[in-house]
């Protein structure tokens, strides 16, 4: 009992001194991130209705109300991530009583003991961030985890909203799905089997690939706020590195601007 106090006050003491933890399987308990450097939310351009259902979603959680866990799904690079990460930095800024706790998607069995410690400090409202969430198969480890969210989301603690990223819609590859529609032979029940964890969430935000202009207007947006000169070739250069990359996400024009940075011994400041 002595140790679970101590516990429970160590919990309680970290969250109210820092925000940003990543959850350290291991020892059961938050670590605390000092370096948290997110984007700033005006230089994410090109989703602006994912940002904006994002924004209000975690608005209204901040201010006690009852939301929706939210699954943030497409293709690599093109934002999930940096929007939840610079969202919660935009609302913090409003209450700091929000917290942010990533949870790797090996550690995802340990949802429980979040939950569990969460209850105990309902003055503090947490947004439990996992990235990258997919499976490859209906195994052991897929039923178990969608047993645990199936039973936690009914008791999921009110201070608590779950925000996960994945590049699939139903955390599960495609031509999985599509075998089970054309093979199955009780179609309905099992294809329901492999989409079913992805309905615990009841926001579906999707990302898709940026057109050429979005991807033009985010480099312009982080010349401007970085002071970086936009020079009449610097279009035609943009386009040319996205095509060497086999690709045009945000990621690719941020490591754009980098190079650019780089050639020209230009200093940017996180």
């Known amino acids: 009992r002595i140790y679970m106090l101590f516990k429970k006050y160590v919990f309680k003491q970290k969250l109210g001194k820092f925000s940003y933890f990543i959850w350290d399987s291991k020892k059961k308990t938050i670590k605390s991130v000092n370096n948290f450097k ?13 940002k904006k259902t994002l924004l209000e979603n975690t608005l209204n959680f901040s201010k006690g109300n009852f939301t929706n ?7 690599r690079g093109n934002g999930k991530s940096t929007l939840i990460k610079s969202v919660f930095s935009t609302v913090l800024n409003q209450n700091k009583k929000i ?12 949802i429980e003991t979040i ?4 209850e105990k400090v309902k003055e503090f409202r947490i947004v439990l961030f996992i990235d990258d969430l ?5 195994d052991s480890d897929y039923k178990i985890i969608k047993s645990t969210l199936d039973g936690s989301i009914q008791t999921q603690p009110t ?11 139903h955390l599960m590859p495609r031509d999985i799905i599509d075998n089970e529609r054309s093979s199955a032979i009780h179609t309905d029940e099992s294809v329901e089997e492999k989409i ?23 480099i312009r947006s982080y010349f401007k706020y ?40 230009l200093k940017i400041n996180f």
């Open 38 to 50: 997110p984007l700033n939310l005006d230089l994410i351009i090109g989703i602006d209705n994912q």
């Open 69 to 75: 866990n939210a699954l943030l799904w497409g293709a």
């Open 99 to 110: 917290k942010l706790i990533q949870l790797n998607k090996s550690n995802i069995f340990d």
């Open 115 to 118: 939950y569990k410690e969460s």
């Open 134 to 138: 997919s499976f490859e198969k209906i």
């Open 159 to 169: 201070n608590i909203l779950l925000y996960v990223t994945s590049n699939r819609r």
């Open 196 to 218: 079913s964890l992805s309905d615990r969430f009841g926001l579906w935000i999707g990302f898709h690939k940026l057109s050429q202009d979005d991807y033009i207007k985010i």
């Open 226 to 265: 970085y002071n970086i000169r936009y020079s009449k070739t610097t279009t035609r250069e943009a386009i040319q590195w996205s095509l060497s990359r086999g690709n045009r996400t945000g990621r690719t024009a941020w490591q754009f601007v980098l190079n650019i940075a780089a050639t020209n011994d």
